[in-house]
């Protein structure tokens, strides 16, 4: 319970910001910012001061909401026009589709003023008696959040996406992995995995931790899918250790030396994460390993990290600078209780309620196999749900209605057309047709045995084994210890509907077939 002298404070310091705006006033604007942090239990940072306003970040990554996190805020107080302008600066800087910013108007009048500046739906506005409300709150926090809640349209808060990887309190699982990342600090590392099973979050999540620690390291992170090549990539990573021409027209033969003279202007140990690298090594065994080369001398005075989704092979091959090094992180289906939390957890801060909340979870995670896009995927789909029908609540009928949709259909079985390889493809069908469960190499081999016989022997182009790999990339099967399942039930109970599974198994061996033999 709050006391009266803390209440009466902040009503005092609201009174003194509405009326004037001086030297003193800072001092008033500074109190009350301390009062927000410590009533909200959340750290501020990036205070300053100008005019009417003092602007800063409010640290709401608790909250599992999208465009919530590092919040921007602006305390606006005194009376006159400079007030409208720096709203308007404020604005005009954090008003991004994807950052939503909280405005604090210290009076009625300024609550106003904001409302004809800033757009609905995309800033949050406390007047005078939304601060009083939340900040004299039992749970501060709590009525924040539903403050958020009431403002903001669901469509903008859902913290499901299929499409960024997630970090802060969206990141679940994966803590093993993490701490291997985290303080395995003499090993190199390959983390490998399918598409969409969390590689990229993985990788971004463990930069933000190393920054958050304040620990002597920097985590240089760079997306390799957007380098043309080799050379491209060394320069990108030079650019990011010391902007300037000598970066910018970087070789190979100079980067190992370019990175020990900036190691000690530095001071930190040099985290060099490369993520999405297939394309890249794949130039790079074309061109010799130019920038591996390059990277394992540099490795001596850092350390790197690898992503990629075929890439698992490379630590291993002696043929290649860095083999023997790279210890390999592979990513599978997250555990049942974090697949759990990042279904529910949303839900929760959202203020959506899931009747018979057990079986509608345990449905899910059936469905999606635990893999993090495809429970997101249903999350996100149930929140539109609900904000379409104006409701705060979801259960298992909307679940179902859900999987009746084309498009749900659709979602899970383009899959299949993602797979060019052929043979590759007829396998991929046949064990979803057959509903694959901890299946060894040889008990596959059985169920393509009649496939084999019409379409003339076409294991024999690729060994079953590499196909089978490719489709746990593919994210048609998992490993499972020393055998294989499909990698989720959604696959066979869609790909089965309306003879889907049929067709494509005859179109796929028409095809293999017609192929001439190799």
């Given at each position: ?346 839900f929760e801060d959202m203020g959506i309620t899931i009747d018979d909340r057990k079986a509608v979870r345990k449905h899910i995670l059936n469905m ?151």
């Amino acid at each position: 319970m709050m006391s009266r002298d803390v209440e009466e404070k902040i009503r005092e310091d609201l009174d003194r910001l509405a009326r004037d705006w001086g030297r003193d006033t800072t001092r008033i604007a500074e109190e009350f910012v301390q009062i927000w942090s410590e009533n909200l239990g959340c750290s501020v940072s990036h205070l300053a001061h100008r005019g009417n306003g003092t602007t800063l970040r409010t640290d709401l990554t608790c909250f599992r909401l999208a465009g919530i996190g590092n919040a921007p805020c602006l305390l606006i107080g005194g009376d006159g026009p400079l007030g409208r302008e720096i709203m308007a600066e404020f604005q005009k800087s954090f008003g991004s589709e994807r950052i939503i910013p909280i405005v604090l108007c210290s009076s009625a009048e300024l609550y106003v003023e904001a409302s004809s500046i800033y757009p609905k739906s995309r800033t949050i506005l406390l007047a005078r008696q939304h601060l009083l409300q939340i900040l004299t709150a039992t749970d501060p926090l709590k009525a924040l959040r539903m403050e958020i809640i009431r403002q903001i349209p669901l469509l903008r808060l859902t913290p499901f996406t299929i499409t960024r990887p997630v970090t802060g309190s969206m990141f679940f699982g994966r803590e093993r992995e993490m701490e291997q990342l985290l303080y395995s600090t003499e090993s190199d590392f390959i983390v490998a995995g399918a598409g969409k099973i969390g590689k990229t979050s993985l990788l971004k999540e463990f930069e933000r931790r190393v920054k958050r620690s304040q620990e002597r390291r920097t985590v240089i992170y760079v997306d390799c899918y957007q380098h043309r090549g080799p050379e491209d990539l060394i320069r990108h990573i030079a650019m990011e250790l010391q902007p300037g021409r000598r970066a910018f027209k970087m070789h190979f033969e100079d980067f190992p030396t370019f990175l020990r003279y900036n190691i000690p202007r530095l001071g930190k140990m040099i985290e060099l994460v490369l993520d999405e690298t297939d394309e890249i090594l794949q130039m790079e065994a074309n061109a010799g390993y130019p920038a591996l080369k390059a990277l394992r001398k540099a490795a001596e005075v850092g350390r790197i990290i690898l992503g990629g989704r075929k890439i698992s092979s490379w630590g291993s091959n002696g043929e290649i600078p860095l083999a023997g090094r790279l210890r390999i992180l592979r990513l599978g289906a997250l555990e049942k209780e974090p697949a759990e939390q990042l279904f529910t957890a949303p839900f929760e801060d959202m203020g959506i309620t899931i009747d018979d909340r057990k079986a509608v979870r345990k449905h899910i995670l059936n469905m999606a196999g635990r893999l993090p896009h495809l429970i997101q995927w249903y999350g996100g789909n149930l929140v539109s749900t609900a904000a379409q029908e104006g409701r705060s609540k979801i259960g298992m009928q909307d679940v179902r209605q859900l999987e009746r949709q084309f498009e749900t259909r659709y979602y899970f079985t383009s899959v299949f057309e993602n797979i060019k390889e052929l043979d590759a493809k007829l396998v991929a069908l046949i064990l979803t047709k057959n509903h694959l469960h901890q299946a060894a190499l040889t008990d596959i081999a059985n169920l393509t045995e009649k496939a084999d016989a019409v379409v003339g022997n076409f294991i024999s182009i690729r060994n079953l084994d590499e196909i089978c790999d490719d489709l746990v990339i593919y994210n048609v099967l998992r490993w499972e210890g020393d055998s294989y399942s499909l990698a989720n039930d959604a696959l066979h109970h869609f790909a089965n509907q309306a003879g889907f599974l049929d067709y494509k198994l005859q179109e796929t061996q028409k095809e293999l077939a017609s192929q001439p033999v190799v």
